[in-house]
């Protein structure tokens, strides 16, 4: 994936917007020299304010994109684009971790990097295969010249009796697909892993672009996975959605939360890309005509940048992998920082975090994905502090003490007797993005059900908080869940150097029970939240200065007319994870 503009390099549209109207083209073109003169600047200092407790991140620099998670003999492997000389995007290397339980990790050698014609100038994202014979392979992309054009590359384990899989050999017949002349060639990366189709042929997905706007999934075939040929139309494709990168395309059985590894038409399909206009991802369900090898979207599948999300907000490059020691679908993602200038990630020495890996499985109801964090995560939680049946009247919180908020897991049961307090869903509101929604009607605004949630990594009188909340809308014809994810009090710095902004997704949820379910996993600059059982995803990037560390605070609120009650709520203060640089 490419992080080279001028602009910030990771974060959504709306900050380039932003970055537009306050910076005159002048300071931008001067921030870009720093940005370049950052990329190989060593960290002498690591500050450890703001960094995670047990979230995925190395010891110092910049990290970005999960690549080619893989479950191979008793050991889980995640390899991840790295700077290995700076805390700014630049001088990309394959970084490669292993682990047996996915929360706990040992760091190695980077088995991938820059050291061939074939990749030279680059060694962007990639994926898995386990082909027969129990012999894993890396596809990956090359950059082969200044210019970034883009090949697809192949590396074999050097020695399959090292159960980690230390060194990685990049043989001398790469690349294995070059562009032809249909493709752009510098929009034309991040291949999936592959599945076999039941003509034993090989297929493979990558993202590109073509006439500027319309997004391709583009397919390869191969009989030996070592000849390449491009199928006569792409998988899938859409217009005005842009580029896609890091795509992803995977079965999901129709009843159960286990995941499965066939691709076969009895199944419903998930294509997901990332938004290279909107530095967002999203994806659609359907089917997969295995004959024609085309995909097409369920109908009320959203195709382009208003549909169904893994997460709304700071998610990115999101890579699954089929874990079959547990047999499940497993999802990581990539977040990002929101501090806007690349001095303040190369001051304090890293960037970027991977998330906490997630279980994902189709709904019940067949229209969305469902997604909750890897039950190893709970081996982590310490003190345990719980309440029940606590009533919330308007304007009223209760603090939850005896943990750490700092870094906990929290999980809670809201119920509220009537719905007729809902407000009104303004009709004009049906085209915007739900966290437009959220930006009018934030945690402050006092509503009829809800505001009603957590407000974490607060200080003691508010005046820094993230609260990630609920508030019920009336429509015409049913209920809209909001969730909200709201950074804008999050930090006492000025705005013009932090990215403080409203996440938001609406929850398809049934109210006939009246109640709403939330888990928050807060871990010192990254809460990641999880809306009616994961239903709805949320992870925002913070940094507080006063609420840190034992100054941070949690409190449930209500800022809505009807009354909320705490049915239950469990919270842990979470340990550290154990990664061994």
Known sequence: MDYSSNSRWALPVILVCFFIVLLSNNVVFASHKVFIHLQSQNAVNVQTVHRTGYHFQPEKHWINDPNAPMYFNGVYHLFYQYNPNGSVWGNIVWAHSVSKDLINWINLEPAIYPSKPFDQFGTWSGSATILPGNKPVILYTGIVDANQTQVQNYAIPANLS?????????????????????????????????????????????????????????????????KWVKAKHPLHSTNGTGNWECPDFFPVALKGTNGIDQYGEEYKYVLKNSMDLTRFEYYTLGKYDTKKDRYVPDVGSIDSWKGLRFDYGNFYASKTFYDTSKNRRVIWGWSNESDIFPEDDNAKGWAGIQLIPRKVWLDPSGKQLVQWPVEELETLRTQKVQLSNKKLNNGEKVEVTGITPAQADVEVIFSFASLDKAESFDSSWTDMYAQDV?????????????????????TENLEENTPVFFRVFKAQQNYKVLLCSDAKRSTLKFNETMYKVSFAGFVDVDLADKKLSLRSLIDNSVIESFGAGGKTCI??????TLAINEKAHLFAFNNGTEPITIETLDAWSMGKAKIQY
């Open 162 to 226: 090292d159960p980690y899989l230390r060194e990685w050999i990049k043989p001398d017949n790469n690349p294995l697909i070059v562009a032809d002349a249909s493709i752009n060639k510098t929009k034309f990366r991040d291949p999936t892993t592959a599945w076999m189709g039941k003509d034993g042929h090989w297929r493979i997905v990558m993202g590109s672009l073509r006439k500027h706007s319309r997004g391709l999934a583009i397919m390869y075939r191969s009989k030996d996975f070592m």
């Open 438 to 458: 959220c930006g009018l009607k934030g945690a402050d605004v006092q509503g009829g059900l809800g505001p009603f949630g957590l407000a974490t990594l607060a």
């Open 539 to 544: 992870t925002s990037r913070v940094y507080p």
